[in-house]
T-cell receptor, first 115, second 114 residues
């Protein structure tokens, strides 16, 4: 596609429910990143994919968070048993090869609200 | 571990005035430095980046930034601000890994008065 696409754009859920957030990176981009943007915490790295593998999961805040990527393309971030502190904007980004000096292309994010 | 500090949470300028947004980083080696801009409801867009060479880098939308190793700074500047520049600006550093994992500053919100 022309850019990084994320869905849904907004998600409201009840505490304790599971949610899935989807990211469609730019076609051909091998690197994919998830970040979380919340008030008071700024932008935090969650996970990095190179192809379908996730060599860096160091930013996932707890074992309730998981992510996968299939076909070297679409990625899904899953949050189990959501808590109110999970409320944030979840941003996905991709880059062509994953190099340190590469530009990241960001999606518009999923605004998650946990009631 | 690297870190980024943006000392100014919120800056207000008049349209046509000059702008400087401050960024200080902490990193042991030569860093890869970036400025991204986020308009309301949008993802982040790269304005410019520095990783070697000339310490004054030019970016899109008339922005520039200067890398000063002695001050561990990478301040963003624009000679004349337009109303459309109102947004949140993030400074970021990459390093310590072989991939583009970014550490972001807290961001600076720019308000532009007509």
């Amino acid at each position: 596609g022309a850019g990084v696409s994320q869905s849904p754009s907004n998600k409201v859920t009840e505490k304790g429910k599971d949610v899935e957030l989807r990211c469609d990176p730019i076609s051909g981009h091998t690197a994919l990143y998830w970040y979380r943007q919340s008030l008071g915490q700024g932008l935090e790295f969650l996970i990095y994919f190179q192809g379908n593998s996730a060599p860096d999961k160091s930013g996932l805040p707890s074992d309730r968070f998981s992510a996968e990527r299939t076909g070297g393309s679409v990625s899904t971030l899953t949050i189990q048993r959501t808590q109110q502190e999970d409320s944030a904007v979840y941003l996905c980004a991709s880059s062509r090869l994953g190099g340190t000096n590469e530009k990241l292309f960001f999606g518009s994010g999923t605004q998650l609200s946990v009631l | 571990a690297q870190s980024v500090t943006q000392p100014d949470i919120h800056i207000t300028v008049s349209e046509g005035a000059s702008l400087e947004l401050r960024c200080n980083y902490s990193y042991g080696a030569t860093p890869y430095l970036f400025w991204y801009v986020q308009s309301p409801g949008q993802g982040l867009q790269l304005l410019l980046k520095y990783f070697s060479g000339d310490t004054l880098v030019q970016g899109i939308k008339g922005f520039e930034a200067e890398f000063k190793r002695s001050q561990s700074s990478f301040n963003l500047r624009k000679p004349s601000v337009h109303w459309s520049d109102a947004a949140e600006y993030f400074c970021a550093v990459a390093g310590g890994t072989s991939y583009g994992k970014l550490t972001f500053g807290q961001g600076t919100i720019l308000t532009v008065h007509p």
